[in-house]
């Protein structure tokens, strides 16, 4: 039904905004609500509903237009459809993937990792890469690990993971040292 030969990946354009928007606010809804941490439904709406302001718009059209070499931002499409995303940087002293999203009735389709191999091309593979999962987010924290990330144990609080209500979504740090062949 879904072959994996359907979809394309390709680096973000700046006309991508909306539908990015579209997966983010999407993939937020389906992976982060959680009442142990208070990280409401209505609190990702809120911070995703400001995200679409024109001037907002605007601002992320000219970031994807002017991505550096150590950054890659790319989509996966199907039938011109954006379904996924993949947002990676490269460090002075590591690798860094910013997110893997996928649309939720997109998943286990193996679209992350081809994402995330692809992503690999733009990375120092003498460096370690790093990813922060939601520490409960047991999904993603297995996908990494599929791809060889370990946890660290480390938990952190980003200021992009804060909500209105003041809550944050505690980050779990997970760790590759060295990018399988």
């Not at 002017?66 to 002293?93: A, R, Y």
């Not at 790093?130 to 791809?147: D, G, P, R, T």
Request: proline share 4%; net charge positive; with cysteine.
């Amino acid at each position: 039904m879904n072959n994996i030969n359907d979809y394309k990946i390709r680096k973000t354009k700046p006309g991508d905004v909306l539908a990015l928007h579209d997966i983010y606010l999407k993939t937020w809804l389906d992976t982060y609500p959680n009442k142990e941490f208070n990280i409401t439904t209505e609190d990702i709406i809120f911070k995703y509903e400001s995200r679409l302001k024109p001037e907002i718009i605007k601002e992320r059209e000219n970031k994807i237009a002017q991505i550096g070499e150590n950054e890659l931002m790319l989509v996966v499409e199907k039938d011109s459809k954006l379904v996924g995303l993949c947002n990676t940087i490269k460090k002075e002293n590591n690798n860094e993937i910013q997110a893997i999203y996928i649309l939720p009735e997109y998943q286990r389709l193996g679209l992350g990792a081809a994402l995330w191999k692809e992503a690999q091309k733009i990375f120092n593979p003498e460096k370690e890469t790093v990813v922060h999962v939601a520490s409960y987010n047991e999904k993603a924290i297995n996908f990494y690990k599929k791809l060889g990330f370990q946890s660290t144990g480390k938990i952190t609080f980003s200021e992009f993971s804060k909500m209105r209500n003041g809550a944050a979504i505690p980050e779990l740090e997970m760790i590759i040292k060295k990018q399988p062949g």
